[in-house]
């Protein structure tokens, strides 16, 4: 069986998931509505411009890290027979917390002053925001594994 990591060996696997990743963000952003939303679409657009292709990059370093992240849910939910959905949602805090920690040390050890000035921007809303995502988020796991 082996771990969701484990899966993105196949190459063709890991393109697939990338570009579904990318497209969960992009429809997570779009969904942002009020001022929080306008800083979260603009800070969005900003790092695009900034770098073209960089959102799939950075996925392609970070998803391992991610992956790690969610499995012990992800083991939880098959072993109990849970949607994963459904799993998310009971443990969203936690399951955002584990998410955030691998952009957070991200954050900490990086030397790009204008992402890591972005996202120390953004942190303090990141958690009510990746537990909005997470329906997304495990549909895209659900995917994988």
């Known amino acids: 069986m082996g771990t969701l990591r484990d899966k993105l060996n196949d190459a063709p696997t ?3 998931v ?6 969960t963000i992009d429809a997570e952003v779009s969904d942002k509505g009020g001022m929080g939303g306008m800083l979260i679409k603009a800070s969005y657009t900003m790092v695009k411009g900034l770098a073209p292709g960089i959102v799939p990059k950075l996925l392609n370093n970070m998803l391992p890290e991610f992956l790690d992240a969610v499995q012990p849910f992800h083991d939880q939910a098959k072993q109990s027979g849970v949607d994963l959905k459904q799993l998310f949602a009971q443990r969203s805090s936690e399951v955002a ?3 955030l920690s691998v952009t957070d040390n991200r954050a900490a050890k990086s ?27 495990a549909s895209l796991v659900a995917g994988i594994g």
């Open 14 to 16: 890991r393109q697939r």
């Open 18 to 23: 990338i570009d579904d990743a990318v497209k």
């Open 97 to 99: 917390n584990a998410l």
């Open 111 to 137: 030397d790009a002053g204008s992402l890591k000035k972005g996202y120390e921007k953004l942190r303090p809303s990141a958690q009510k925001h990746v537990e909005a995502a997470l329906p997304r988020l």
